[in-house]
């Protein structure tokens, strides 16, 4: 595997753009940093996602954001060759030859899909056990997937929750100053609670920012990238299931070729 440094360099450049979108408008970055509103978001959002999934699944969130930041080329003609080479030595010695060369294929799925077309004589039952593979694998990827996309929707939830809060807890400061015969006059330092009161407000929508920044720029593109990423795997497992089925009704090579190509892009086709 190799890093993705797409990714990477995707955050970077989102938190670089800001920044400059900041400091260009003659704001400060400082005004930015806030631990409580991380926490009411960040914190808020995590406790929401142990609610709807089992911590299990969170701790197994570092295996998953390992596969965000590493690139997976899957070379699609490379295993359509492998599986024609398969194929042409099942044709001519019959399945039960290619038992010896399990060892010699690196691709797992493959590997077990041999084994069971091997094995199993029945089309349909083999069909079935490749479906219940493929699945797993599946439904194991869409757990990732929907636990940033639901962070996603949970992040600018509670940005709005922290803002809803900072603005009560402002007013109650305020008008507690008043009821308190801190303000005299309707006068009396008008200009400066002013000044402090919309000073309250700014730090309350900081948890409104968080929110928004962490669901659009981190939650939700990760999720995205997985769902991909999840794709472009599931497309081998597809092509792979479709060629051992193929070599299992002892199918000719060329044929199986012709049949497996027809998932790859025409574009990709015609250049290969």
Do not use: C
């Amino acid at each position: 595997m190799k890093i993705d440094f797409s990714t990477a360099f995707g955050l970077a450049s989102g938190v670089i753009i800001i920044a400059i979108g900041i400091i260009s408008t003659d704001g400060n970055l400082y005004w930015f940093a806030n631990g409580i509103a991380l926490l009411i978001v960040l914190g808020g959002t995590f406790s929401a996602t142990l609610v709807n999934y089992p911590i299990k699944n969170l701790l197994g969130l570092y295996n998953v954001l390992k596969n965000v930041f590493t690139s997976e080329s899957y070379d699609y003609h490379s295993v359509i060759k492998d599986i024609v080479i398969i194929a042409g030595k099942a044709r001519k010695k019959g399945v039960h030859s290619l038992e010896d060369d399990l060892n010699k294929i690196d691709d797992k799925f493959l590997r077990k899909g041999i084994e069971l077309a091997v094995n199993e004589r029945d089309t349909k039952r083999l069909r079935t056990f490749l479906s219940l593979e493929m699945d797993n694998i599946a439904r194991r990827h869409n757990i990732g997937q929907e636990i940033f996309f639901y962070m996603g929707s949970y992040a600018p939830a509670f940005g709005m929750l922290g803002t809803i809060m900072g603005l009560i807890i402002m007013m109650k400061s305020f008008s507690g100053a008043e009821s308190l015969g801190q303000i005299e006059t309707i006068n009396f330092d008008i200009a400066e609670k002013f000044a402090t009161l919309l000073g309250g407000m700014g730090m309350a929508l900081i948890t409104t920012f968080y929110g928004v920044l962490f669901s659009n720029l981190v939650f939700l593109p990760i999720g995205g990238k997985l769902k991909r990423k999840s794709e472009d795997e599931l497309m081998l497992r597809n092509i792979i299931l479709e060629g051992i089925m193929s070599i299992h009704a002892k199918e000719h090579p060329v044929l199986i070729q012709e049949k497996l190509m027809t998932f790859v892009q025409e574009s990709k086709r015609t250049a290969k």
